[in-house]
């Protein structure tokens, strides 16, 4: 079946590169997505990457996939202590309707 | 802006009580989920609608049922409240016709704790 996985936690310094990965295992994903919660709040889109592409640069955040080994990773330039949050990966394939999402990784961000 | 709305926010309910969640939309969106979230977990799909009157079961539906009478609200119930059901529910709208994953708004949660 569908499945998205990520690691549970991440900590870097304030100023530091932050690379979250994912992989997911359906290799009929269409869009895949990456979605910040922040404490008490819902999930906010961060940004997405189409499955025929490999980068997507957006300000701070840079999405690289890896089609071939199904990985999906985000880079975040220059993390601040306002990036401390949980990122999830997500995925989903055609119109569907149904999102896929990993199991979250908290980002803490060290002043 | 786009706003999901949940009315409540935090919960403490009885095992066995009959729990009920609402969520409203602005946007006149036709789909609309409701997700439970735990750690560990991310985020699991309950149920969906996508028309007035209009539900399918997403990957965990025991123990739950919906109702969606107008298009704006969408109510998750959990008829007799257990332990397990601790948990974070956040509710989501999308319009049809486009990929979700972009166009998909969620509401700030509901934390329901039952003891």
């Known amino acids: 079946g569908e499945d998205v996985e990520q690691s549970l936690f991440l900590s870097v310094r304030e100023g530091d590169s932050s690379v979250i990965n994912c992989t997911y295992t359906?290799?009929?994903?269409?869009?895949l997505y990456w979605y910040k919660q922040e404490p008490g709040a819902g999930l906010q889109l961060l940004t997405y990457?189409?499955?025929?592409?490999d980068m997507k640069q957006d300000q701070r955040l840079t999405v690289l996939l890896n089609k071939k080994d199904k990985h999906l990773s985000l880079r975040i330039a220059d993390t601040q202590t306002g990036d401390s949050a949980i990122y999830f990966c997500?995925?989903?394939?055609?119109?569907?309707?149904?999102?896929?999402f990993g199991s979250g990784t908290r980002l803490l961000v060290r002043p | 802006d786009v706003k999901v709305t949940q009315s409540s926010r935090y919960l403490v309910k009885r095992t066995g009580e009959k729990v009920f969640l609402e969520c409203v939309q602005d946007?006149?969106?036709?789909?609309m989920f409701w997700y439970r979230q735990d750690p560990g977990l991310g985020l699991r799909l309950i149920y969906f609608?996508?028309?007035?009157?209009?539900?399918e079961k997403g990957d965990i539906p025991e123990g739950y049922s919906v109702s969606r009478e107008k298009k704006e609200r969408f109510s998750l119930i959990l008829e007799s409240a257990s332990t397990n059901q601790t948990s974070m529910y956040l509710c989501?709208?999308?319009?049809?016709?486009?990929?979700?994953?972009?166009?998909?708004?969620f509401g700030e949660g509901s934390w329901l704790t039952v003891v």
């Open positions: 989501a709208s999308s319009p049809t016709g486009a990929y979700t994953g972009n166009t998909i708004y």
């Open positions: 990457i189409f499955s025929n592409m």
């Open positions: 946007m006149d969106h036709e789909n």
């Open positions: 609608s996508y028309d007035v009157k209009m539900k």
């Open positions: 997500a995925e989903t394939h055609d119109s569907s309707y149904k999102l896929i």
């Open positions: 359906d290799s009929s994903s269409t869009y």
